[in-house]
């Protein structure tokens, strides 16, 4: 048996690319529940304070860049009650959940994607390929089209022109992001 040991780079107030995917990759789910998933983490911000710099929620995966305060690097956590409260959630609105020998909602896949930006760049890189993702999934024809995203923010403040992404991706490294 292979025993692998997870190493996750707890640097606290550090800003971290995040892939948290569900289980079932053909799912909707965080679409179709975008409003429950919203309130769960709007709740755990509140609850264990982080920045979000970037998000992009699709229908079986998210994308997110968090900043975490000075003498925190409690990612982990975050995700864990995030994850958590959106099966409570969608338990209580009656969904069927399928569940494993012991109990588990199997909504979410165990683990997820955690890289630690390193530099304005790196986090430049990673706010596109966010904001992308949308596109690079069929999704959308451009960023701005998709309605579950910090695009919008980002084009207010005039970081992206309005058709930003619709002509061809960013050049984005192809490694490393956290998804094929």
């Known amino acids: 048996m292979l025993l692998v040991l997870y190493r996750r780079n707890a640097l606290p107030g550090g ?7 569900l289980r079932d ?13 919203r309130a769960v983490y709007a709740d755990t911000a509140r609850r264990r304070p982080f920045r979000t710099d970037a998000l992009v929620v699709l229908p079986d995966h998210l994308h997110a860049l968090w900043t975490l305060p000075e003498g925190d690097g409690d990612f982990s956590g975050r995700w864990r009650a995030i994850k958590s409260g959106f099966v409570r959630g969608l338990a209580q609105r009656s969904l069927a959940l399928a569940r494993n020998e012991r ?6 896949q165990r683990r997820f994607w955690e890289h630690t930006v390193r530099d304005e760049r790196d986090f430049a890189a990673h706010c ?10 069929g999704h959308a024809l451009r960023p701005a089209d998709w309605p579950h ?32």
């Not at 596109?128 to 999934?137: C, E, G, L, S, T």
């Not at 695009?151 to 490294?173: L, N």
């Open 15 to 21: 800003t971290f690319f995040f892939t948290v995917t």
């Open 25 to 37: 990759r053909a799912a909707r789910t965080l679409v179709e529940h975008v409003d429950l998933l």
């Open 103 to 108: 109990g588990e909602a199997l909504v979410w």
């Open 128 to 137: 596109d390929y966010i904001h992308y993702n949308p596109v690079k999934h």
């Open 149 to 180: 995203s910090t695009f919008h923010r980002y084009w207010e403040r005039g970081v992206y022109a309005q058709d930003w992404g619709a002509r061809e991706p960013p050049s984005t490294p192809s490694q490393g992001f956290g998804e094929p």
